[in-house]
């Protein structure tokens, strides 16, 4: 039987409805070496340095793929006495690829679609960028509202997002002076404290474009729509990532900077345990 094309098996990918699911069983539906795809998709990957990196396919999983300002997730899918243990996925529509290595190194799925596959997530790794993710769209929401009110000048709009553990950050296309990081540092608290709900819709484009608190994102939307992730009735944005379901979870969110250059206000933070 030929191998599958594993950048044509189609995935599901199951965090972008339900970011609570932890584990997951599928069947494998491909497995081979990194080596024997293209250089162009070869070079989104770094491959663990002390191991044979493989590529796995699934018709469905639970793990995040990379995008959005958000890293993957890591874990493991295991097959009786097999374990894929993941470094990184990447999605390429319509196939999500999951890279990793194989322990013990000599064993081997059968990728015929009998081989059920057990995922099981990195639950904490999971939640720390759950919290990170959200909290870079308090810190947009706060920025929004004091735009709204004057604090903050009427031309600042949402731009680029990092949501990296040690490197998170939020853009702003406009000036926002360093003096401000108070009034925004205060307005995100208020926020958390309010512990509002973040929930996930799938909307429209033209209700994400009209209804939407910032659209730079360039949409992406699939047979269910515009996913969307809405944070009580303060606003929302559309977005691919995971989140938390209560703003409280993001722990003491932590503006720790503001630096201006070519017209662009990078507003750094980080989360820490409350």
Known sequence: MATPDPLTQHTEPLYQKDGQLYTHT??????????????????????PPDAQPFILTTPSTIFHAQGGGQPSDT??????????????????????????SLQPSHSIFSADETEIGEQSIDVPKRLLHSRIHTAGHVIGLAVNQLIIEGVLAKDIVDGKASHYPGAAF?????????????????????????DLDV??????????????????????????????VQIGDVGSYPCGGTHVLKLKECGKIVVRGIKRQKGISKVSYEVQDA
Do not use: M, N, Y
Not at 76 to 86: C, L, P, Q
């Open 26 to 47: 599928a069947p494998i539906t491909s497995i081979q070496s990194l080596s024997s795809l293209p250089p162009d998709t070869q070079s989104l990957f770094k491959p």
């Open 199 to 228: 929930k996930v819709h799938f909307w429209t484009e033209e209700k994400a474009r009209s209804d939407c608190t910032g659209v730079l994102e360039s949409f992406k939307s699939d047979e269910d729509g515009v996913r969307v």
């Open 170 to 194: 939020v853009e702003f296309v406009g000036l926002i002076s360093g003096e401000k990081k108070a009034e925004i540092q205060g307005r995100v608290d208020e926020l958390v404290r309010q």
């Open 75 to 100: 874990g493991t899918i295991k097959a009786g006495a097999t374990v894929f243990e993941i470094h990184q996925v990447r999605k390429i529509d319509p196939a999500i690829l999951h890279l990793g």
